[in-house]
Each structure stands twice: as structure tokens, then as C-alpha cells.
């Protein structure tokens, strides 16, 4: 048993560089979805409206689709840097929008606007640090590192609604907000000794954009596999988001919680 567990958390054992970013990974949504819900909670107690709850969730959501401009973008730039800046651009924002909420000025614009500025730092940073994985670590241990930031990943969808509640319980969600932008500062601070991987493996600079973005599109449609993969995440996404402000503009009715699911 202890040798099985020692082979499943192989990768954060060999690589100090890749425990750094598992930290950093782990700070960082954490932070985005202790804000997700406590804007989510602001946006329904100032409008009373489930409509436009789902429209806030909706404009979160959607940068997700901009995926592969995401992925272009975190080839071009240098991806640590990325990693630091989007964490200190969403502490800005989140920032802003705890002084909107403390001193009542806020308006649902300003909650959607800001849940779709900390949704469009997710576009270019998910591919970024799923490449500087590769750079991390040698081929055969690229799945097992790949799992292991899955698993984190998936772990603060549960963790950061968690605590976002429980502060709520105690706090006003202006000051949750500005509890939760220390993860956002461990996060910056974790991906700091990675700024040596920049020197490895400098952006690419070469190249028009458009055929890049391109050639990546030729070669996921081209390979059946990859091309129903991307195809269901897009379906998903969609059929999410539509579905949820569907179902929100309809009201009250019955068995509405087994229609969300």
C-alpha cells in the first residue's frame, strides 16, 4: 500500500518545480471560486432574481469558450509571468469590487463585469500551466503529474465554495471577498521560484497567429479522438450555460432542482 502511494503522488515527490505549481494551482482557484460564490450570493440578494443569477453565471462562463485564443496566447507569452499577473489582476478587480460592496455602490453590472474579468484569466492561464507541466517533468511522468493537478483542481471546486460559506456565516461578503484575495497573493508568491522555467523554454514569437490558431484546429479535427473530446467540453459548455438562464427564466415550477441537474 505505501509503495502504491508513494507511485500515485510520484510526480510531486521527484519534482520540487512541479510541487511549487501544484501550490500555486491549488491557491489560486481556490480563491476564484470562494469569489465565484460569494458574488453569486451578492448578485441574488441585490437583484432578487434568478434570471439574472444565471446571467451572472453565464458572463463567468463564458471566456471559458475562448479556449483556444487561451491557448495561443499562454505559447506567445511568457508563462510565468502569466501565471503572476492574472493572479494580480484578479486581486485588483476583486479588490474593486469589495469597495463597490462596502460602500453599496454596487450594481449588477458591475458583479457581471467582474465575474467575467476573473472567468477571462482562466482562458489563457489553464493552458499555461498545464504546458509548463511538460516543462517540469520527464515524458513518463507527464500522465502522473497531469492527474495529480486534475485532482487539485477538482479540489477546490469543493474547498472554495466551502469556505466561502462559512465566511459568509461570520462576515459581510465585502470582507469575504478580501479574505479570499490571500490565496491569490500564496498563489502569486508560490509561482515565483518558477520564473527559471522562462529561460528553458522561452515563449514562441514566430509565426502569424491565425495560422497557428489554425494549424492547432487542423490537427484536433483531424484526429477523431481529439475532435469528440473538444466537441462534448464545447456541448457541455453551451448546453450549461443556455440551459441554466432557460430554466431561471422560467420562475418557480415543479421539479425545478431536477431540471439543474
Request: proline letters at 5%; one cysteine or more; aromatic letters at 12%.
Amino acid at each position: 500500500a505505501t509503495n502504491a502511494f508513494a507511485r500515485t503522488i510520484g510526480a510531486f515527490r521527484r519534482y520540487p518545480e512541479f510541487r511549487f505549481l501544484l501550490a500555486s494551482d491549488l491557491s489560486f482557484f481556490t480563491g476564484v471560486w470562494m469569489q465565484i460564490l460569494v458574488l453569486g450570493w451578492v448578485t441574488y440578494e441585490l437583484t432578487n432574481s434568478e434570471f439574472l443569477l444565471a446571467l451572472f453565471s453565464a458572463a463567468r462562463l463564458s471566456p471559458m469558450l475562448l479556449g483556444p485564443i487561451g491557448g495561443l496566447l499562454a505559447d506567445r507569452i511568457d508563462r510565468i509571468q502569466l501565471l503572476i499577473w492574472s493572479q494580480v489582476f484578479v486581486f485588483g478587480t476583486s479588490i474593486l469590487l469589495a469597495y463597490l460592496i462596502l460602500s453599496g455602490q454596487h450594481q449588477f453590472w458591475h458583479l457581471a463585469v467582474g465575474g467575467f474579468l476573473i472567468g477571462i484569466t482562466q482562458s489563457p492561464v489553464q493552458p499555461a500551466r498545464t504546458t509548463l507541466i511538460m516543462d517540469m517533468v520527464v515524458r513518463e511522468d507527464v500522465p502522473n503529474a497531469v492527474a495529480l493537478n486534475t485532482i487539485a483542481l477538482s479540489v477546490t471546486r469543493v474547498i472554495g465554495p466551502a469556505l466561502g460559506g462559512a465566511l459568509l456565516a461570520f462576515y459581510s461578503p465585502a470582507l469575504t471577498l478580501l479574505f479570499s484575495n490571500l490565496w491569490y497573493v500564496i498563489g502569486a508568491l508560490t509561482a515565483l521560484p518558477l520564473r527559471s522555467l522562462s529561460a528553458k523554454r522561452p515563449p514562441s514569437t514566430g509565426g502569424s497567429p491565425i495560422r497557428d490558431l489554425a494549424e492547432g484546429f487542423r490537427i484536433v479535427l483531424g484526429d477523431s479522438r481529439m475532435r469528440t473530446v473538444l466537441l462534448i467540453r464545447l456541448a457541455a459548455n453551451v448546453c450549461a450555460i443556455l440551459g441554466a438562464l432557460f430554466i431561471a427564466s422560467r420562475g418557480d415550477f415543479a421539479w425545478k432542482g431536477a431540471a439543474y441537474i
